[in-house]
């Protein structure tokens, strides 16, 4: 039987694990925060979130993006909110003013002088883009970080996919901690069961192959035809070869699809340790718009939708069953859980380099 204490003791062991992940992992990774189209403009800005953190993005005057902490040097409120452009950014609070990178211009009530030294920029973080995603990392340090933009750059420019544009989002609150949903993600050993009426009839599961690389995976998947994964309910249909599409999966938490005219992103972020976020973008190629692909924007979403669905149910099932005292983790595949593994090895590697 258990003492007392010891559901209590097991609940702070998960917050503090949790919570290095938060602060090393997460924060050490570069994350997606917006797209260039919502920036195009000189003083345009975007606030978001990034790990938990208030992030503002911003278009300064000289082209260059900016991404800083949201946070007022004065007394904390958001200095912005929203989406919005101007030529200096205003706190909503008492008024501090700061250039659109960060430096204090104006403390109403305040004599500069008494404005201490420290508290006249905003904390500044690193930025880059590739393609049309923006990313940002708060911390710089984690050296086991794959290089997103420079990967997601050449990959892009390989696909050859042209001018991008967002036709859909969906997000979804799932009650299960982060990493088992990153682990449903990097396997298929379950798609022939909770994939049976979706995926499972749409590729071509025995060509499932993952690649390991450092810092990321590369996950093979032949799809049957263009059109056929988002009619997989009424059987596939092939009226195109098959076509062999991928997925980069990048540690700790983002994803990015390849499909014929369209790229669905794929972010989870914890929210506490039993409950995470996934968003997923879906992303449609210009050049496709005049090729007959058949696979309209509406298809790819719901098509999408219904393999959450899916993964979401077993995952959060499984949540309950790892939350169990009698549970103790099982093997693994050394084939059809390669990815699970990836995954896991690369997070100790990570907590292991920031604890040394
Ligand atoms: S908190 Fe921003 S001006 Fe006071
Ligand atoms: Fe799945």
Known sequence: MLRAGSSRDLQARQRSILEAERQIVLSGAWQPIAYTWDLALHGQYTSTEVVGEPVI???????????????????????????????ILTCGYHGWTYTLDGVVQSAPGFEWEEVPECARKLPSFPVASAGPFI?????????????????????????????????????????????????????????PIVHAATLARAVDLKRYRVEERSGYSVHYISSLAPGSMA?????????????????IVFFPNFAVSFLPG??????????????????????????????????????VVTYYESLMAEDIRVVEAAQRGVASRFYLPGPLSVVGERGVAHFRRQLQEALSIAEG
């Open 231 to 247: 009619r997989s309910e009424s059987g596939p249909r092939r009226r195109h070869d098959t076509v062999e599409r991928q997925t």
């Open 57 to 87: 993005v911003v278009r300064c005057t000289n082209g260059r993006l900016a991404a800083m902490s949201n946070v007022c040097r004065h007394r904390g409120h958001p200095v912005a909110t929203g989406s919005g452009r101007g030529r």
């Open 135 to 191: 990313f940002s990392r708060i911390r710089t340090d984690g050296a086991w970080a794959p290089d997103v933009p420079a990967i997601l750059h050449e990959m892009l420019r390989d696909e050859g996919y042209g001018k991008l544009s967002l036709v859909a989002r969906r997000e979804w609150r799932v009650a299960a901690n982060w990493k088992l949903m990153v682990e449903n993600f990097v396997e298929c050993l379950h798609c």
């Open 262 to 299: 369209y790229i669905v992103t794929f972010v989870v972020t914890p929210s506490d340790s039993e409950t995470c976020h996934v968003l997923r973008d879906v992303l449609a190629a210009e050049s496709y718009a005049t090729e007959e692909t058949e696979l309209a924007a509406a298809d």
